[in-house]
């Protein structure tokens, strides 16, 4: 029989065994007459011995405590009914009790449950605490890290598309370029090539003129000669 299924239960006398716990109540086993029963939440309140703490004059200690030192103690327990004598009693074995605080019936109580305890040889000690859920904790954590990379590929993904856009933007603008271009120089040249002709032709009309003038004014000397 394990100590931390030890509770006690309000309204009921002495100490039970908690079989199994429901929504509305538990099942006990009572460590005075071993009979089971169910026991409703809604009318009793059940309270394990070992969350059960003790008033004292520094500070409060766990009923294990009390219950120890009372077990390691030489003194005879007094009869329960006794107050004067089961104040005396503590007194030797915990003195460090705050008997302002922690009444006669509180000292009545706990000579009843050591005897009930000591009857069932229920070893007094408390449950140590369980490290798995730590464990499953870490647990947890260590498969949650391989979710990164695939955010990474993600994001490379969206930049190799953004590149290969700005590529296609670039290659459309290099490939309307050089079409504009040509355009504006042939029609730039046009013009003084058309300039240059109409000047030659221009020339070539006066030129023919020009001599035609140079040839006429020798003749018309020669026939002022004739006349003189």
Known sequence: ?????????????????????????????SLDD????FVSSRVHQFSHLESIEVYTTRHNVNLVDVLKAMEASK???PDDKDSSALKSYFEKVYPELDFDRVYASDLKKMAKWYSV????????????????PAEEVV???KEEKPEKPA????SAKTEKKATEEKKTVKK????????????????????????KTAKK??????????????ADKPAAKKSAAKKK
Not at 19 to 29: F, H, L, N, P, Y
Not at 117 to 132: D, F, G, M, R, Y
Not at 151 to 154: A, I, L, Q, T, W
Not at 172 to 195: C, G, I, M, R, V
């Open 151 to 154: 955010k990474k590929e993600v």
């Open 75 to 77: 003194e005879k327990l």
């Open 34 to 37: 071993k009979s089971t029963k």
């Open 172 to 195: 459309a603008t290099e490939a309307k370029t050089p079409e504009t271009k040509p355009a504006k120089k042939t029609s730039d040249k046009k013009e003084p090539k058309e300039a």
């Open 201 to 214: 032709e221009v020339a070539k009309k006066a030129a023919p003129a020009a001599t035609k003038k140079s």
């Open 117 to 132: 305890l000591s009857k069932n040889q229920v070893e007094i000690k408390l449950s140590e605490p369980a490290e798995e």
């Open 139 to 141: 647990a947890e954590v």
């Open 1 to 29: 029989m394990e100590y931390s299924k030890i509770i006690a239960i309000t309204g009921l006398p002495g100490l039970f065994e908690l079989i199994s716990s429901k929504s509305d109540g538990g099942i006990v086993r």
